[in-house]
């Protein structure tokens, strides 16, 4: 770690970050900067005590090991890592050329956690620790403090996976904020599809039925008021995961291109402008402008397949 910096945050950046993240201006929002190959922002309203101490471990660049803080960058350092991976080149990605920083709001509690960057509070499994919201990643204080103290000598290649998959999220954001300004609902397909495959959570074991069209492309969902499974049981994502690998090769055959150079294309080409009907996603018109596909016809075959 380089230069470390730790205060309550105040004026235009106050501002900012309230309306952001939805928090009453009568509450102070503390923020850690972390300088280094990779920055991290850390914000948070208030901290447990075992957080407090990590806090005073890493303002003294005390390194030992159990530490929330350099649990977390350790992670999501070795997640950037997997993620850059599955891409044919992310430099030519704006959202990987210039410099940006991992930003994380350490809520406090569950209901702080569903209620960070909403206007409502979010639907959410109880063994949900981590989601994003816009370009924050928003994890519950104890996971941190958790999983430093359990994998003090190794991080698990699932943590590092699922933290990939959250981490996906964020520079899908950057992406589409670098290229037209706003952010914009997607269907799950093309929200959850390519965060499945690059956090390797696409089950063999999973054999029950696909979820519709209407809810797979054409309309966006909220998945957890249908299914609150976690990602390898849930049958949104694995009809997400399945049908994106599922058309991914079929881009890669088509376009004589690598399954990286097909992947990388589906992502820098989502939240094009042009892809939006009064800031609705038409998913027939970008399938089939994009790569030439009947995205009905092509999630039909894909059923008849898994079927056989």
């Known amino acids: 770690m380089d230069k470390i910096k730790s205060y309550e945050v105040e004026g235009r950046e106050k501002e900012n970050l ?37 806090l005073d471990k890493t303002l003294n660049q005390d390194l030992t090991k159990p530490n929330s803080f350099l649990y977390a960058i350790e992670s999501f350092s070795r997640a950037l890592n997997h993620l850059l991976s599955m891409f044919s080149s992310p430099k030519d990605l704006s959202c990987f050329s210039g410099n940006y920083s991992v930003n994380m709001f350490l809520a406090k509690d569950f209901d702080e ?31 941190f403090i958790t999983y430093s103290k359990k994998n003090i000598k190794k991080i698990p290649k ?11 999220h964020i520079f899908f954001h950057y992406n589409n904020l670098n290229k037209n300004g706003n952010l914009n609902r997607l269907p799950f397909l093309l929200n959850e599809g390519l965060n499945v495959i690059c956090a390797n959570q696409i089950s063999k074991k999973f054999n029950e039925e696909f979820i519709s069209s209407e809810h797979l492309f054409l309309e966006p969902v909220n998945v957890f008021d249908y299914d609150k499974r976690w990602i390898t049981e849930n049958r949104y994502y694995q009809s997400a995961g399945q049908f994106m690998n599922y058309l991914l090769k079929k881009i890669s055959k088509k376009e004589k291109i690598s399954y990286k150079e097909s992947f990388q294309k589906m992502f820098n080409t989502i939240g094009n402008s042009e892809n939006f009907n009064d800031n609705k996603f038409d998913a027939k018109k970008f399938f089939s402008k994009t790569f030439g596909l009947d995205i009905s016809k092509e999630y039909n075959s894909f059923l008849e397949k898994e079927a056989k």
Request: with cysteine; hydrophobic share 30%.
């Open 18 to 54: 309230h309306k952001c993240y939805h928090v009453s201006l009568e509450k102070s929002i503390y923020k850690i900067k972390i300088d280094g190959e990779i920055s991290f922002n850390f914000y948070y309203t208030s901290l447990t005590e075992e957080l407090k101490k990590d």
């Open 113 to 143: 956690f569903c209620s960070i960057g909403r206007s409502r509070k979010g639907n959410y499994p109880s063994f949900a620790q981590g989601r994003v919201s816009g370009t924050t990643l928003v994890y519950i204080q104890r996971y």
């Open 158 to 168: 699932l943590d590092i996976l699922g933290n990939a998959h959250e981490l996906l």
